[in-house]
């Protein structure tokens, strides 16, 4: 049986939205374990969402339109985002707009109303959390495009779909590259999403925190988008990772058997990136923010090593 | 006669003239009290821009070529205008912000509250129209040379509008002699070009071959020149000061226009050359690159609204000047798709930073009126009173970040794309677009950064200081010219298919003739329908969103409460993040090159520590710490020569009496 490509679309935002937070939980319960805590459970970030959406909103006095429209547009932008990178498929109708160019753009938008919303309020938490997340991002953003660059010069796209079919469809081979690559893509990755080395997502130490310093004044069902938001973007990192670097096992028609093929294999791929993610975050130590340049320089620089060794060696 | 009349060229030739008698209205204060005046001299200047626009946009359809002979006693050959799609392409920016800009002025600087300086205001605003619009029509070294004087004149006495101000003067001496010294460049130019073709019309595209010494001495000639007009980094030391002294509506026409003049010029000359050595655009690439990192990197450190505008448009400049660096790199390789991506790219953020800056220039006006100041750190609060203001800002923030679903995506995409294929060549032009590639990338991260600092601090929040929060919104004649701006930054931003057709023509027409025959369609190169798409869902899903809310809204009871400000009881507006502070970390990061200033406070010791202050300042670097002692050490020198000016009039007589002597004894032998 072969499914609609519209019928695959809709089956992908629903894994997503459906499947993001128990991904969350599962990175928490990893490092729990890993870090000889009690596990919450699996389940707990849906518990959690449910009960921010049970709760009332109590709002800064000086809030804006901007800051309530806010969790809004973050969950809407990140679900379209949803809908364009290939997670079991690549037949997908909107697979049209998949230019990486224009994820890391979206990206960009949800970046830009959240930090404006943390200065909404005015305190100074909200912009000492906004200049620190814009600080960052804004030198994530070369080697960001310089990991993607490379990635896509093997198949001569920037489009995703295209890189995807390209890589799933060639033999194993290991590039030095994309080694590369993907060293600096992890380490944009944990920028990113806000994870240590960079930022705790745990914690709300006033001096430390990033993320959360901007998102300080939110509560009630704004709280759980964000949140919510937040967990598909982690997915969604992971979901990237998975499609530039090791896309094998994705379908490219809409074959019933192949999806949930296609699914299995995606889901062994999250469980294992977890894994890799958890260790990561348990062996380091958050850096001081004044260091953070340097850890994002050399991911610029592991990108740019891998365009070079794509040059001479490829 | 009267379908020659309605011809583009006509319309586009009659706007002109409009143009530049618009100003008269107000010089005749016999006739008509001065609003009266000014409000006909917006109507005349409206109607030109009206004119211009249609033929320009009729023009840019057809894509025919149009030449004036005038006949010319002087003897350097005719003088001859023209209009061809690279100027049609120039011309819309040129009509449709002065137009707005005029607009703008009837409510901002009106004849009731500043009556001593409107006439001089509107009348060389009309001229700098006109001006600016020959300088694109001239086809000849000598014409475009006077409408150049003429626009930077004009340019001139608007800058300095206001001076009775000191630093108005300070701003408005330096421009002058900077756009001078500029020219001094363009003198330069001409005559060069002169040599290699044997006339001071211009020549044909591509007609020069660019390998000869000449050649070389012409392309650095219009590199220092127009980089000059345009702000090029190290070049760029005028602008700051002039866009930020200047009155808003000016500052927009300058920043959206005139600099894209400078750019104009370059594109124009660069024409007339075939097999443009790797250099050429290397230089122009590298020159674009740290225009761009550096532009944005100074605009961070500001903490004037209006030069923090400025320094984002030395950033502009940059990503045009790498748009046209891929173009040219692209010739060098033989990459078609290299140069049509890029040259499209820098045309089009020709067009699109024109939109969005003007309508960031007006809507700082808005707010400095409302508020009285210039100063972010006085700010904020401002979308409360100001909601429309604040709206229509907001929309040129997200443009000028590059973010979709808005035009400076689409400019900034094209150029990303032809960097990445630059990537897929090889050897030189590889390493350059690779290097290129994430400089463009840093200057869209740090505008982000930048703009959600001056949205956050001025707009957002509460006011920082009483005596300068906004007091009133802006008028419909303020407002209008803002949505129109905006209007297009949304329409080119979802719909940048419809502007495919135009850029592939102005492009070929400059592109040499090799690349012509190819037939490769823009259409192909761009992915349109993604942009289209992806910006129509991003809008309907926005729109959904808005209307659920506001249904949700009229239900729903949220409780409100102080802002927490970790367990103090009456957080106080000071204790917001400033624009300084916002910046620290980013300004500390490039201090190499922004060699920021930092007064740290004294005398915090003990118990109770007296009264103390700490400010912080990122100066123009480039001015004080190069251009500035070098001209001192020279004038040092050149002392003794300026004996020679010692304002005796009857001797400058005597020098000009010498000078001409020696000239006809010279011609004599």
Redesign the interface.
Known sequence: MSLHPFVIELLQFALLLGLAPAFAGWVKVLKCRVQGRTAPGILQPYRDIRRLFGK?????????W?F??TP??TF??TA?AAGIIPLISVDLP?S??A?V??LV??F??V??FT??A???????????G???E??I??????????AI?TV??AS?S??LTQMVSVMAHSEFVIRPSLAFALAAFILIALAETGRIPVDNPATHL?LTMIHEAMI??YS?RHLALIEWAGMMKLTLFFALGIAAFCPWGIATGGDTGLLLLAFVALSAKLVVGACVMVLIETGLAKLR??RL?EFLGSA?LLA?LG?IAF?ILE | MVQELFAPSSLILIATLLAAISGVPLLLPWLLPAARAQLLSVAVLLAAACTGLTGTVLLLLSGSTTLFELAWTLPFGPARFGVDPLSAWFLLPIFFISGCAALYARSYWHADHHCDTVRKVTFFFGVMTASMSAVVLARDGISFLFAWEIMALSAYFLVSAEDEKPEVNEAGTLYMITTHTGTLGLFALFPLLNLLSGSWLFPAPASIHASSGLSTAVFLAALFAFGMKAGIMPLHIWLPSAHANAPSHISAAMSGVILKIGVYGLIRTLSFFHDIPLWWGGSVLTLGAVSGVAGVAFAIGQHDLKRLLAYHSIENIGIIFMGLGVALVGQKVGSPAMMLLGMSGALLHVLNHATFKALLFLGAGSVIHATGSREIDLM??V??RLPYTALLFGIGA?AI????PLNG?VSE?LI??GL?QG??GEGWA?AAA?LA??????V???A??C???V???VF???PRAGAYAPRHEAGWQMLLPMLLLGLLCLAIGLAPGAVTRPLQLVSLSILPAAVRTEGLPLKELL?T???S??GV??LV??SI??VW?RRR?AG???????????GYQR?A?R???SAS??????TS?FAFVLKPHCHQPEGITGLFPRTSRFFSHVPEAVLELVYTPALERLYERFLPIRRMQNGILQQYVLYILITLVVLFLSDYR
């Not at chain 1, 943390?118 to 000492?128: K, L, N, R």
């Not at chain 1, 991002?137 to 310089?146: C, D, G, Q, V």
């Open positions: 009332d909103i109590v709002l800064a006095e000086n809030a804006s901007l309530r429209f809004y547009l809407g932008v379209i909107l049209a707009t230019d160019i224009a753009m979206l960009g938008i970046r830009f930090a404006l943390g200065m909404d309020i005015g305190t100074a938490f909200g912009g000492m906004s200049s620190r814009m600080t991002a804004s030198l994530a953003e070369p080697a960001m495009l310089m660059f896509s010069l001569n920037t489009s006033e300080l004044e009630g923010i004044f340049p610029f740019t365009m040059f | 904020g609060g979308a409360r997200v970040c590059g973010l979709p995506f995409l990303y794309l990445f990537i897929q590889a690779a590639a994430p400089a463009l990338a840093l869209g991260g740090l982000v950064a703009f959600v600092k949205y956050g601090i957002l929040g509460v992915p329908t993604m942009i798409l992806s869902l991003l899903l926005i969103v808005a809310y809204l729903s009871v949220s409780s409100e409460t102080v802002t927490w400000g970790c957080p507006p204790m917001q993040y502070s916002f910046a620290e970390m980013l990061i």
